[in-house]
């Protein structure tokens, strides 16, 4: 209650904060876990002097505090309730009453991709194929869904697949693979020797006929490194 008094032939004001109303609170209230962020405003009230929020944990009061907007970011997918109260602290912490506000965070897509992790530069286009389907394929000579090795050139080469469900969260996955100066022939043989597969990664197949003799198998890299060296006892393979 506000008025003027007089009191013993004085003058005697006093003054009541008048409390600020209920605000409305609104923005975007579906968010993606992992950092996505959003701007929540509230109504103005010509009583108030500040704005307290309360921003429960698996989201991030990033900015505005005290204000009537705040910016929000999110860390973890579910359901969370954000309060609005306008305040009037002019002479005593007097607020409204609080209005809530719902805000979703969803969890992001599974994505997962995998693909060869070496081919040769006349393998000619290879298909890649990512799930869920419907993401699309970026990297070096990616076009759409097919790697041109011999485009990427010698050396390796990481392709992303990225992928956005129906709520517009995205997620992605990566795979990484070794373009080499490959022989164009399947396995090798010289000598009454023949090596398979050509190139190898895990496994190398060495066989010789019967009149070749052989003691030692030898096996380097392109660059003349031994990497294997095995006695031979008996036998016309290894």
């Not at 010698?154 to 080499?180: F, K």
């Not at 060495?206 to 008996?234: F, H, I, L, Q, Y």
Request: net charge negative.
């Amino acid at each position: 209650t506000a008025g003027i008094w007089l009191v013993n032939g004085m003058v005697a004001i006093t003054w009541t904060d008048p409390t600020p109303g209920t605000v409305m609170v609104s923005g975007n209230n579906m968010l993606c876990e992992g950092g996505d962020s959003t701007t929540l405003s509230c109504t103005t009230d010509p009583f108030a002097t500040s704005y307290n929020w309360t921003v429960p944990g698996g989201l991030t009061l990033v900015s505005g505090q005290g204000t009537s907007s705040i910016m929000l970011s999110s860390l973890a997918a579910g359901t969370y309730m954000v309060t609005a109260q306008a305040i009037n602290a002019t002479c005593t912490l007097n607020g409204g009453i609080d209005t809530t506000f719902w805000v979703m965070v969803n969890a992001l897509p599974t994505v997962s991709f995998s693909m060869q992790s070496m081919a040769c530069l006349a393998d000619g286009n290879i298909a890649l194929s990512g799930s869920p389907a419907g993401g699309a394929f970026s990297g070096t000579a990616v076009t759409g869904s097919d790697f041109d090795p011999a485009a990427a050139g010698l050396g390796s080469h990481t392709i992303t697949y990225m992928y956005t469900d129906s709520l517009g969260c995205s997620n992605w996955d990566t795979a990484s693979v070794l373009v080499d100066a490959c022989l164009t022939i399947s396995e090798i043989s010289a000598n009454g020797l023949t090596v398979s597969p050509n190139p190898a990664a895990d496994v190398l197949n060495v066989s010789w006929n019967a009149t070749t003799k052989v003691s030692t198998v030898k096996v380097m890299d392109v660059t003349g490194r031994g990497v294997m060296t095995e006695n031979v006892s008996n036998g016309n393979s290894k």
